[in-house]
Every structure is written in structure tokens, then in C-alpha cells.
């Protein structure tokens, strides 16, 4: 029912046809609400300012400002605000710059509508999502910047036990009632996992995770 549990959503796109192909399809879903369009990266980080949406449906190829500068300009200023890449580019040179801008999905146009939708939901879950061929690029990637981490500091069991659950996707709030500890206390376990892993973000956690067989995809 539409009010205000609606997703609210932003189409970034230079292609006038795909926006509206996007915004028909979403506007069937239940929940869901584009409340605006935006043809370059300038447009929508301007309209990230204005409107504060929930998600940014983010192209990377566009004209005065490109998709990764947007998504880094948008994230540094709006980090509340969900990014999802969604284009025809699989080459490592977007996706890792992508992701070090801050994108919480990285999908393909070839997509489905369901699962474009259900990815909406999971990164407004708190949750990344990226496509397989995308994440097997991040982990050779990210293999190789990581590869010393495990040998300087050693996590402890609840720390594993807490970088186990955000590579499932799990919100601090879910964390806490799995574990039976607080709030409080998943975020000073994040911190202290951020610095022995030597990672910034929730997606280069869940990565590590990955990496060292501490979850499966």
C-alpha cells in the first residue's frame, strides 16, 4: 500500500527509453516510488540533495558527470542513500571502481525484473548484491589486496561470528538478536573487524568473508 514505508527511488540514465522502461516497470510494484529521473551524474546528485531518496538506480556511461563520480560525490555527502549500479559493463576497471565508491548492488541490464526489484529491496534491507560474474572479479581482486590480513591479527570467535552475518547480509539490529548482544556492541565489534581487516565498508567485509571461507555465497 502506498504512504510512507514506500521505497522511494531516483533512475539515473542517459537513455530516455530505459528510464521509462524502468519506471513502468517499477511503478507495478507494490511499495515502490519513482519520484524522479535524472539523465547525467549531475542531475542526480543534485536531486540526491534535494529529494533524499532511498535508492539511486545508478548507469555508469553518461555525459558531464559519469555514474562512478556521482555515485562518490552522492556517498560522501548523502551516505545514507543506496546506490545500485545497474549497466552493461562488466569490465574490473568499473566494478572496482564502483565499489570503492560506495555502491551497495552492482547488476547487469540483462537482469530480470523480479530480481532487479527484489535487489531494490535487499540493498533498502541493508544488504549488497552483486552479479556473479561481477563478484568472482571482487574476489580475485580483493584476494590479492588481503592476502596479509589473516597474519597480522587474528580475529576472535564472536568477531567471526559478527563478519559471518554481515557477509549474510544482516542489519547490526538482526546481528545483536542472533548473538543476544547489544547494538553497541556489534558496532565495536565492526570497528575492531574494520581495523584488523583493514576494510572500510560492510561489502569489502563481506568479501573478506568470502574469501576465507568464513561464509558461502
Known amino acids: 500500500m502506498p504512504g510512507e514505508t514506500n521505497i522511494r527511488l531516483i533512475i539515473a540514465d542517459d537513455h530516455a527509453l530505459i528510464r521509462d522502461g524502468l519506471r513502468k516497470i517499477l511503478s507495478l510494484q507494490e511499495g515502490l516510488e519513482v519520484v524522479a ?9 543534485t536531486l540526491a540533495g ?3 531518496p532511498d535508492i539511486i538506480l545508478m548507469d555508469i556511461n553518461m555525459p558531464n558527470v559519469n ?3 556521482a555515485t562518490r ?3 560522501t555527502d548523502f551516505p545514507q542513500i543506496g546506490i545500485i549500479a545497474l549497466t552493461i559493463h562488466d569490465d574490473e576497471e568499473y566494478v572496482f571502481e564502483l565499489v570503492k565508491s560506495g555502491v551497495s548492488a552492482y547488476i547487469l541490464k540483462d537482469i530480470e525484473s523480479d530480481s532487479l526489484v527484489e535487489t531494490i529491496r535487499a540493498v533498502f534491507r541493508g544488504e549488497t548484491v552483486f552479479h556473479p560474474r561481477i563478484t568472482q572479479k571482487l ?7 588481503t592476502k596479509k590480513n589473516l597474519e597480522t591479527e587474528q580475529l576472535s570467535r564472536r568477531e567471526q561470528d559478527v563478519l559471518m552475518l554481515i557477509a549474510r547480509g544482516k542489519s547490526n ?4 538478536e542472533e548473538l543476544y548482544i547489544s547494538e553497541k556492541t556489534v558496532k565495536n565489534h565492526i570497528t575492531n573487524i574494520f581495523r584488523k581487516i583493514e576494510v572500510t ?3 569489502q567485509a563481506a568479501l573478506y568473508a568470502v574469501k576465507n571461507r ?3 555465497l
Open 37 to 45: 529521473e535524472a539523465a547525467d551524474g549531475q542531475i542526480a546528485y
Open 201 to 203: 565498508d560492510r561489502t
Open 73 to 75: 560525490r552522492i556517498k
Open 139 to 145: 574476489l580475485g581482486e580483493f584476494q590479492r589486496i
Open 67 to 69: 555514474g562512478i563520480e
Open 50 to 52: 534535494e529529494l533524499t
Open 173 to 176: 539490529k538482526e546481528i545483536g
Open 214 to 216: 568464513l561464509v558461502k
